[in-house]
């Protein structure tokens, strides 16, 4: 369906949502995203114009169904795929994406560091209806036997060739710069954001600025004709708690905050990517310097883990601190697997990432009071309670997982509409014997009728 | 070794270590717990005097390696384990609680309904050394028809017998009245606790007041002569986020109160329970209502569920507010395992549910800011940045799942020691190029310090 509403703005110079939105032009992109938020269009188009909202919509992925994130619209979620050197394939990566995409995830991105990285990519892209994000620098360096040989001009290259194939954000690592490196003194962990590390070494090798930051003008012209949205990385962002609001932190994100109204000022869409590992009491407050800092664009937040001690279990620490991020106003959030800190995540930690995220997300809306978001609870329950538990399972986030945790112990056809399960048993079912206590409810309420009346 | 310490008490007609506070007697209990939090003697004996902490020690659990529950100790963290009519038997209780205590469960709650309650709870009191907490009504009703033939008697005698036997700690659910049933009117789930429900049966049966709340005076009396620590059953917890907060769950918190108080007069250690399911917003305000109505009597919640949809992940949606509810002030946590609303925990459901809740409570002392709380998160961190795998595991909430995990992608002894991991592999290690980062800032350090001096 996209490809014609691109063909029909074929020739203009900038098409960016930002740009029409700015001349009062709802696309066709606005229109389907205020039908699926549904929240006016006009309000689409007004926050794309502020820039408080994006729609990552590159005009060479028509097989994209636009969506948007930003404060007014629920939050999202990204799912990372991807291989990298050591280990993973193509059709382990669609399997991922295909996963990822049923349970939920909003958008993906390809990280992948290794092998056929653009046929990756490509096969990604053609089978996504959700924006594809990636991160340059990763394809750049493959190229090359070290980032430091790395031009401006090679990862201009990379970011072209990528926005020509169709992926609809990058994260830039941009706002890094050598004035920083300095900062980083007295972490625990030091830089951990891999594009991060890699421009604190071109710099350091060089003693010259970041080429990601002293490129960024022809990175928003390439932007402009493609409609590539920017998320710019937080190179700096801290990988432990005790790392966690320092001053190399927050020294970048002044730096994001100009590159925002820089990518504005070309009508270029922009995110701002945030932290990483933060205690629970430092959430609200990140959120509330990062909308400040950078005039209310998107946060995009990488978790945060609201504590280090749990390798293995780190969907579990991030999505915590997810939920916080996500209640306090960031508008998406970057799942973290399982394998987090010890390995490249398979099929099943992305399916783990995901839901443990689409909890993070649906409670951040629920605190938030959005419309309508807690209607599917309120169904869920009421099924629940009316033990259908087939009704049940359908309304999960996670079906098949509901459905078999159900059938491990009952797993015959009548417990579908048996009136327990094996937690409790059936003479222990507090749902059941509730139902009893609505029936006297109701009956004393006849009598004290039957007696006023009499 | 604690046998000793209970035997030089013998005689006393209330042995409660509430009663020895108050008398400001520290007993070899509070100096045991004084000794492992890490606090001032004299604070445990004035929190244990006051009523905001409790060490919850029957005289019949010789094998009880003393712990406090309380805002000035560390939060804390419950696993239920126990059978069901349905399925289970004793070997398997006893391996949940060995994976509970090993993954660091500070109480374990039997909640049998089913088989050789009896025994079984004989199996797992004589081998734990945590607290162990029951729910009698679950046994009283084992020996009757319906819940409906129990009497006062029968209630106070299962009490008895469990006191006898070296319980530690009993929900009772006396916090329900007859005057509450009509306030569930309007709920989705009605009531959820089991045995909140049981007593609501018998209510609505004899249309007679709840005989948990009737004989509470007799309880108490059993409660002092063994040391029994009253947690009181919230028998009116929401269900649902739609239930939250309702009239019905405040009104019986009101009651809760009064028997808070009731508890205190007579020496008796008591702590209160809590919902249940709540969205984000709501959960600080719940913590302070409770410790308000009921005079900051240690606040013990289960979960809560911030969102309804994700059955399969409640150990997950439930962390998330089990940290919210910690960081707020709640003193124990209640695990929920993935397998909460779908069928009875198993051994690994255990772990899951443990690990997420050690993670919740441990966030919550970050955030709180107790002392020396972070330094494992540290210590975690550094062993990461220095590429010390081993150590990383042991620091680990879970080492076995942690190292088993990094292991799937890469096996061999070699990657122990390995500056990379299967994530990112060994071109795109951020922590190993962070380190070269370092070595620059040192040499620019050492330049600027030469041009000074120069």
Redesign the interface.
């Known amino acids: 369906m996209r490809q014609e509403w691109i063909d029909r703005r074929g020739g203009d110079a900038c098409v960016t949502q930002m740009h029409y939105a700015r001349q009062g032009c709802a696309t066709e992109e606005m229109a389907y995203v205020a039908e699926r938020e549904q929240i006016p269009l006009e309000v689409v188009v007004d926050e794309v114009a502020r820039g408080r909202m994006v729609i990552p919509a590159n005009i060479n992925h028509p097989e994209l169904e636009p969506m948007a994130i930003g404060i007014a619209a629920q939050c999202k979620v990204n799912a990372n795929i991807g291989n990298?050197?050591?280990?993973s394939d193509v059709d382990n990566e669609i399997a991922k994406l295909e996963t990822a995409v049923t349970l939920g995830a909003d958008t993906v991105m390809d990280l992948s560091?290794?092998g056929n990285i653009n046929g990756i990519r490509e096969s990604i892209l053609r089978r996504s209806p959700v924006p594809i994000g990636t991160v340059p620098v990763?394809q750049a360096?493959q190229g090359v036997d070290s980032v430091t040989d790395l031009t401006e001009d090679d990862l201009v290259r990379v970011v072209e060739g990528q926005a020509e194939q169709g992926v609809d954000y990058m994260t830039i690592h941009c706002g890094i710069r050598l004035e920083h490196?300095?900062l980083?003194?007295g972490r625990?962990?030091?830089?951990?954001?891999?594009g991060?590390?890699?421009m604190?070494?071109w710099m350091?090798h060089h003693r010259r600025e970041n080429p990601f930051y002293t490129a960024y003008d022809r990175i928003l012209e390439v932007c402009r004709r493609h409609d590539v949205t920017l998320s710019l990385g937080d190179s700096l962002r801290p990988?432990?708690?005790?790392?966690a609001c320092d001053d190399a932190q927050f020294a970048e994100l002044d730096t994001l905050g100009e590159l925002t109204r820089r990518a504005w000022d070309q009508d270029v869409q922009v995110m701002v990517e945030g932290p990483g590992h933060v205690?629970?009491?430092k959430i609200a407050m990140n959120v509330e310097r990062q909308q400040r800092v950078c005039d209310e664009a998107p946060f995009y937040v990488l978790g945060p883990l609201?504590?280090?001690?749990?390798?293995?279990?780190d969907?579990?620490?991030s999505?915590?601190g997810a939920?916080?991020a996500g209640?306090a106003g960031a508008s998406m959030l970057c799942y973290v697997t399982?394998?987090?800190?010890?390995?490249?995540p398979?099929v099943n930690d992305v399916r783990q990432g995901v839901?443990?995220y689409?909890?993070?997300a649906?409670?951040?809306d629920?605190?938030?009071?959005r419309p309508g978001v807690?209607d599917?609870?309120?169904e869920?329950?009421?099924a629940?309670?009316k033990f259908d538990w087939r009704r049940?399972?359908e309304?999960?986030?996670?079906p098949e997982?509901?459905q078999?945790?159900?059938d491990?112990?009952?797993p015959e056809e009548y417990f579908k509409s048996a009136e327990f399960?094996?937690?409790?048993?059936?003479?222990?079912?507090?749902?059941q014997?509730?139902?009893?206590?609505?029936e006297?409810?109701r009956t004393?309420?006849e009598e004290e009728a039957g007696a006023a009346t009499a």
């Open positions: 990298s050197a050591v280990t560091t290794g990763y360096v490196l300095p980083i003194d625990i962990t030091g830089i951990v954001s891999r991060g590390s890699l604190a070494q350091v990988g432990c708690i005790h790392d205690p629970m009491d609201v504590t280090d001690i749990a390798p293995g279990y969907h579990i620490t999505a915590i939920a916080l209640w399982p394998k987090e800190h010890l390995g490249l398979d839901v443990a689409k909890i993070a649906h409670a951040a629920i605190a938030r009071h807690r599917r609870d309120d869920l329950s009421r629940r309670f049940q399972f309304l999960s986030l996670d997982t509901a078999r945790m159900h491990e112990t009952l399960c094996s937690m409790c048993g059936p003479k222990f079912c507090s749902m014997i509730s139902q009893t206590v609505e006297y409810n004393r309420r």
